[in-house]
């Protein structure tokens, strides 16, 4: 079967409108820049299997449709996901200014534990730089975020952001920080894992038997 996986992970795509979100997601999903700039809603919803080192695990990812042009983005919006890009452009110093605000919405109406990918998107657009590789990377260790410039448009590290940000969670459940069975983790066991869990289930009454207590 190929829809088989360990885990699903709801992801955010989050940051100011016309950073590149939708086009991140369009490139992470479908491989190519989307440049058609008459697209007025935009992708709302993609989603993708990855391969890890171990595990499988199917990205269920959320982009705001326009919702942030109009500071509406809602609170079900962010409610129960595991990870979110964060986006700037890095070509515009007023989208770097509004990350301290995203970041507090997402850990307030997402969860504490949420894993942020920090994404300074329009890498290519070099010689408009207002934000610094320098001061992002503080900012991003600052506030405990992972940190990369991408490019929706050649495509440079959009699969690692994204990756790194499922990596990170997987590494959390795997060192029991995170707890995939409580409500609003935004993970959920996918049939390969499930097949797993049953199976370690139906070994554990031997398990008990064999306690004399
Ligand atoms: P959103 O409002 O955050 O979803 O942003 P969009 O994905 O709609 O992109 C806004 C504008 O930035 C569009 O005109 C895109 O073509 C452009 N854009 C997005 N990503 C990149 C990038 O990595 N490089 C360049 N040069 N332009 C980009
Ligand atoms: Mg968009």
């Not at 992470?28 to 697209?39: C, G, L, M, P």
């Amino acid at each position: 079967m190929s829809e088989s996986y360990d885990f699903l992970f709801k992801f955010l795509v989050i940051g100011n409108a016309g950073t590149g979100k939708s086009c991140l997601l369009h490139q992470f999903i479908e491989k190519r820049f989307n440049d058609d700039s008459n697209h007025t809603i935009g992708v709302e919803f993609g989603s993708k299997i990855v391969s890890m080192v171990n595990k499988t695990v199917k990205l269920q990812i959320w982009d705001t449709a326009g919702q942030e042009r109009f500071r509406s983005v809602t609170r079900s919006y962010y409610r129960g996901a595991a990870g979110a890009l964060l986006v700037y452009d890095i070509t515009s110093r007023e989208t770097y200014n509004a990350l301290t605000t995203w970041l507090s919405d997402a850990r307030m109406l997402a969860s504490q534990n949420i894993v942020v990918v920090l994404c300074g998107n329009k890498k290519d657009l070099d010689s408009e730089r207002e934000v610094t590789f320098l001061e992002a990377s503080r900012f991003a260790q600052e506030n405990e975020l992972m940190f990369l410039e991408t490019s929706a448009l050649t495509g440079e590290n959009v699969e690692e952001a994204f990756a790194q940000c499922a990596r990170k969670i997987l590494t959390k459940i795997e060192s029991g920080e995170l707890d995939p069975e409580r409500m609003g983790s935004g993970i959920q066991y996918g049939d390969a894992a499930l097949r797993h869990l049953h199976a370690s289930r139906r070994a554990q009454p031997q398990v008990t038997q064999e306690c004399g207590c």
